[in-house]
């Protein structure tokens, strides 16, 4: 069995920024495709970011794209979400996802995920 671990949440004025990582022991999940969703209250959970296994390439949601980075590093079995210029829309529980097919975690279906982490963006 595997576990998904997310940490870096919290709260932020609007503008601000936030660094969300996400850490899978052991080496399970090298080989497969990372990625951040989201959920806020009242609302489907939308996928907001996606890499390849050797980040060659990356998926963004229209309404991140240009705020958000998404990285990998193998080495530490970690993937990262750089959150920048967050608005308060941003706010809501982040999950950290893995998919041995990349493309699924763009069309919104993952095989392991995290616990989530909180993000609250203020006006």
């Known amino acids: 069995q595997v576990q998904l671990v997310e940490s870096g949440g919290g709260s932020v004025q609007a503008g601000g920024s936030l660094r969300l990582s996400c850490a899978a022991p052991?080496?399970?999940?090298?080989?497969?495709?990372k990625g951040w969703f989201r959920q806020a209250p009242g609302k489907d959970r939308e996928s907001v970011a996606a890499i390849t296994w050797n980040g060659g390439l990356t998926y963004y949601a229209d309404s991140v794209k240009g705020r958000f980075t998404i990285s990998r590093d193998n080495a530490k079995n970690t993937v990262y979400l750089q959150m920048n210029s967050l608005r308060p829309e941003d706010t809501a529980v982040y999950y950290c996802?893995?998919?041995?097919?990349?493309?699924?975690?763009?069309?919104?279906?993952?095989?392991?995920w995290g616990q989530g982490t909180q993000v609250t963006v203020s006006s």
């Open positions: 052991g080496r399970t999940l090298s080989s497969y495709g």
């Open positions: 996802a893995a998919a041995l097919n990349w493309q699924s975690l763009v069309a919104g279906n993952s095989n392991f």
